[in-house]
Protein backbone atom coordinates (compact mmCIF):
# COMPACT_ATOMS: atom_id res chain seq x y z
CA UNK A 1 0.00 0.00 0.00
CA UNK A 2 3.04 2.30 0.11
CA UNK A 3 2.57 5.30 -2.78
CA UNK A 4 5.15 4.77 -5.18
CA UNK A 5 7.62 7.67 -6.18
CA UNK A 6 9.25 8.42 -9.25
CA UNK A 7 11.82 9.56 -10.23
CA UNK A 8 13.61 7.85 -7.29
CA UNK A 9 16.63 10.99 -7.52
CA UNK A 10 16.69 13.99 -9.73
CA UNK A 11 19.82 15.94 -10.49
CA UNK A 12 19.16 19.94 -11.53
CA UNK A 13 20.88 22.95 -11.90
CA UNK A 14 19.09 26.25 -10.36
CA UNK A 15 16.54 27.97 -12.21
CA UNK A 16 15.07 24.77 -13.69
CA UNK A 17 11.76 22.53 -13.06
CA UNK A 18 11.53 19.52 -11.50
CA UNK A 19 8.44 17.07 -11.29
CA UNK A 20 7.92 14.25 -8.75
CA UNK A 21 5.19 12.03 -8.85
CA UNK A 22 3.01 10.14 -6.33
CA UNK A 23 1.13 7.02 -7.66
CA UNK A 24 -0.75 5.02 -5.50
CA UNK A 25 -2.86 1.73 -5.91
CA UNK A 26 -5.71 2.37 -3.48
CA UNK A 27 -8.06 5.15 -3.98
CA UNK A 28 -6.66 8.15 -2.12
CA UNK A 29 -8.47 10.79 0.23
CA UNK A 30 -5.65 12.75 0.81
CA UNK A 31 -1.65 13.19 -0.20
CA UNK A 32 0.67 15.26 2.11
CA UNK A 33 4.03 16.84 0.15
CA UNK A 34 6.89 16.81 2.74
CA UNK A 35 11.12 17.81 2.25
CA UNK A 36 13.51 16.47 4.45
CA UNK A 37 16.89 17.45 4.90
CA UNK A 38 20.15 15.55 5.36
CA UNK A 39 20.10 14.92 9.23
CA UNK A 40 17.08 16.84 9.89
CA UNK A 41 13.36 16.66 10.49
CA UNK A 42 10.44 16.49 7.63
CA UNK A 43 8.63 19.43 7.25
CA UNK A 44 5.61 20.38 5.82
CA UNK A 45 5.23 21.33 2.11
CA UNK A 46 0.97 21.16 1.91
CA UNK A 47 -1.80 18.81 1.83
CA UNK A 48 -3.96 18.19 -0.91
CA UNK A 49 -7.90 16.47 -0.21
CA UNK A 50 -10.08 14.98 -2.55
CA UNK A 51 -11.46 17.33 -4.80
CA UNK A 52 -8.96 17.61 -7.56
CA UNK A 53 -7.62 20.37 -5.89
CA UNK A 54 -4.19 22.33 -6.66
CA UNK A 55 -2.21 24.40 -4.31
CA UNK A 56 0.99 26.27 -4.23
CA UNK A 57 3.22 28.37 -2.25
CA UNK A 58 5.95 30.57 -3.75
CA UNK A 59 7.11 28.45 -6.74
CA UNK A 60 5.97 24.62 -5.73
CA UNK A 61 2.47 24.02 -6.62
CA UNK A 62 0.90 20.32 -6.43
CA UNK A 63 -1.97 18.62 -7.83
CA UNK A 64 -4.27 15.70 -6.77
CA UNK A 65 -5.78 13.77 -9.81
CA UNK A 66 -7.82 11.60 -7.67
CA UNK A 67 -9.51 9.57 -10.30
CA UNK A 68 -5.81 8.07 -11.68
CA UNK A 69 -4.87 7.87 -7.90
CA UNK A 70 -2.06 10.13 -8.13
CA UNK A 71 -0.28 13.60 -7.27
CA UNK A 72 2.68 15.29 -8.64
CA UNK A 73 5.02 18.18 -6.91
CA UNK A 74 6.12 20.74 -8.86
CA UNK A 75 9.52 22.65 -8.14
CA UNK A 76 9.92 25.77 -10.62
CA UNK A 77 12.95 27.84 -11.26
CA UNK A 78 14.32 25.24 -8.73
CA UNK A 79 16.85 27.18 -6.06
CA UNK A 80 19.77 25.88 -4.07
CA UNK A 81 17.33 25.43 -1.14
CA UNK A 82 15.15 22.88 -2.78
CA UNK A 83 17.73 20.44 -2.77
CA UNK A 84 16.35 17.34 -0.03
CA UNK A 85 14.49 14.34 -0.08
CA UNK A 86 10.88 14.58 -0.45
CA UNK A 87 8.18 12.40 0.60
CA UNK A 88 4.85 12.00 -0.54
CA UNK A 89 2.32 10.83 2.58
CA UNK A 90 -0.80 9.05 1.19
CA UNK A 91 -4.07 9.21 3.16
CA UNK A 92 -7.45 7.05 2.47
CA UNK A 93 -9.83 8.09 4.76
CA UNK A 94 -11.71 11.05 5.90
CA UNK A 95 -12.84 9.39 8.83
CA UNK A 96 -11.20 9.09 12.19
CA UNK A 97 -8.51 6.71 10.87
CA UNK A 98 -5.67 8.64 10.60
CA UNK A 99 -2.98 6.31 9.50
CA UNK A 100 -0.62 7.70 6.53
CA UNK A 101 1.76 5.82 4.40
CA UNK A 102 4.37 7.19 2.77
CA UNK A 103 6.42 6.63 -0.36
CA UNK A 104 9.80 6.21 -0.28
CA UNK A 105 11.11 9.22 -1.24
CA UNK A 106 12.65 11.42 -3.77
CA UNK A 107 16.19 12.97 -3.50
CA UNK A 108 16.53 15.83 -5.19
CA UNK A 109 19.70 17.68 -5.51
CA UNK A 110 20.37 21.27 -7.23
CA UNK A 111 23.50 22.28 -8.79
CA UNK A 112 24.99 25.95 -9.05
CA UNK B 1 8.08 28.29 20.75
CA UNK B 2 5.94 25.69 19.06
CA UNK B 3 7.92 22.34 19.09
CA UNK B 4 7.84 18.40 19.48
CA UNK B 5 10.99 17.39 21.50
CA UNK B 6 12.33 13.47 21.46
CA UNK B 7 14.76 11.98 23.88
CA UNK B 8 17.06 10.40 24.00
CA UNK B 9 18.35 11.95 20.54
CA UNK B 10 20.84 8.80 20.15
CA UNK B 11 20.63 5.27 21.52
CA UNK B 12 22.63 2.51 21.45
CA UNK B 13 21.41 -0.64 23.61
CA UNK B 14 21.92 -4.26 23.43
CA UNK B 15 19.32 -7.24 22.42
CA UNK B 16 16.54 -7.57 24.82
CA UNK B 17 17.36 -4.52 27.23
CA UNK B 18 13.83 -2.53 27.91
CA UNK B 19 13.77 1.15 26.37
CA UNK B 20 11.28 3.78 26.02
CA UNK B 21 11.65 6.61 23.62
CA UNK B 22 10.13 9.61 24.68
CA UNK B 23 7.63 12.48 22.60
CA UNK B 24 6.15 15.53 24.23
CA UNK B 25 4.61 18.45 22.32
CA UNK B 26 3.63 21.94 23.23
CA UNK B 27 0.92 22.75 20.88
CA UNK B 28 -2.11 21.06 22.24
CA UNK B 29 -2.12 18.71 19.30
CA UNK B 30 -4.63 16.12 19.30
CA UNK B 31 -2.81 13.71 17.16
CA UNK B 32 0.36 11.92 17.16
CA UNK B 33 2.01 9.46 15.72
CA UNK B 34 5.28 7.69 15.67
CA UNK B 35 7.60 6.85 12.54
CA UNK B 36 10.72 4.49 11.67
CA UNK B 37 13.23 5.42 8.83
CA UNK B 38 14.78 3.10 7.11
CA UNK B 39 17.19 3.54 3.97
CA UNK B 40 15.30 3.23 0.84
CA UNK B 41 12.14 2.43 2.66
CA UNK B 42 11.22 6.41 3.80
CA UNK B 43 8.99 6.91 6.52
CA UNK B 44 6.64 3.94 7.87
CA UNK B 45 4.31 4.67 10.59
CA UNK B 46 4.79 2.49 13.66
CA UNK B 47 1.44 3.84 16.28
CA UNK B 48 -1.02 6.84 16.15
CA UNK B 49 -3.00 8.18 18.24
CA UNK B 50 -5.92 10.38 17.67
CA UNK B 51 -6.34 11.18 21.14
CA UNK B 52 -5.75 10.33 25.15
CA UNK B 53 -6.35 6.73 25.42
CA UNK B 54 -6.89 6.17 21.86
CA UNK B 55 -4.22 4.74 19.95
CA UNK B 56 -3.92 2.47 16.89
CA UNK B 57 -1.59 0.26 14.60
CA UNK B 58 0.01 1.86 11.51
CA UNK B 59 1.81 -0.49 8.79
CA UNK B 60 4.74 -1.71 11.10
CA UNK B 61 3.80 -1.69 14.55
CA UNK B 62 5.49 -5.18 15.31
CA UNK B 63 7.73 -4.83 18.64
CA UNK B 64 6.58 -1.56 19.52
CA UNK B 65 4.16 -0.08 22.11
CA UNK B 66 2.50 3.11 22.73
CA UNK B 67 0.74 5.03 25.66
CA UNK B 68 -1.38 8.04 25.74
CA UNK B 69 -1.90 8.41 29.04
CA UNK B 70 -1.70 12.92 28.38
CA UNK B 71 -2.75 14.84 25.31
CA UNK B 72 1.14 16.15 25.49
CA UNK B 73 2.69 12.78 25.66
CA UNK B 74 3.50 9.79 23.45
CA UNK B 75 6.05 7.49 24.44
CA UNK B 76 7.20 4.54 22.36
CA UNK B 77 8.28 1.71 24.28
CA UNK B 78 10.52 -1.53 22.81
CA UNK B 79 9.87 -3.95 25.54
CA UNK B 80 12.48 -6.59 23.82
CA UNK B 81 14.74 -4.36 21.04
CA UNK B 82 15.96 -6.57 18.40
CA UNK B 83 18.80 -5.60 16.21
CA UNK B 84 16.06 -4.56 13.41
CA UNK B 85 14.82 -2.14 15.42
CA UNK B 86 17.96 0.06 14.45
CA UNK B 87 16.56 2.79 12.91
CA UNK B 88 15.67 6.30 12.56
CA UNK B 89 12.59 7.15 15.16
CA UNK B 90 10.16 10.42 14.02
CA UNK B 91 7.48 11.58 16.77
CA UNK B 92 5.03 13.94 14.86
CA UNK B 93 1.92 15.38 15.69
CA UNK B 94 -1.03 17.66 14.12
CA UNK B 95 -4.49 18.84 15.07
CA UNK B 96 -7.42 16.33 14.14
CA UNK B 97 -9.44 17.14 11.44
CA UNK B 98 -9.58 14.49 9.51
CA UNK B 99 -11.85 16.23 6.63
CA UNK B 100 -9.54 19.10 6.63
CA UNK B 101 -6.45 17.79 7.20
CA UNK B 102 -3.57 19.19 9.04
CA UNK B 103 0.02 19.32 8.76
CA UNK B 104 2.61 17.29 10.95
CA UNK B 105 5.35 18.99 13.05
CA UNK B 106 8.07 16.19 12.91
CA UNK B 107 10.52 15.59 16.47
CA UNK B 108 14.71 15.98 15.54
CA UNK B 109 14.43 11.87 15.34
CA UNK B 110 16.28 9.67 17.65
CA UNK B 111 18.89 7.41 16.29
CA UNK B 112 18.59 3.83 17.64
CA UNK B 113 21.63 1.22 17.49
CA UNK B 114 20.73 -2.53 18.76
CA UNK B 115 23.68 -4.63 18.68
Known amino acids: QQPVQSPQAVILREGEDAVINCSSS?????VHWYRQKHGEAPIFLMI?????EQKGHDKISASFNEKKQQSSLYLTASQLSYSGTYFC?????????????FGSGTQLTVLP | EAQVTQNPRYLITVTGKKLTVTCSQN?????MSWYRQDPGLGLRQIYYSMNVEVTDKGDVPEGYKVSRKEKRNFPLILESPSPNQTSLYFC??????????????FGPGTRLTVT
Open chain 1, 26 to 30: KALYS
Open chain 1, 48 to 52: LLKGG
Open chain 2, 27 to 31: MNHEY
Open chain 1, 89 to 101: GTGFSSGSARQLT
Open chain 2, 92 to 105: ASSLNNPRRGHEQY
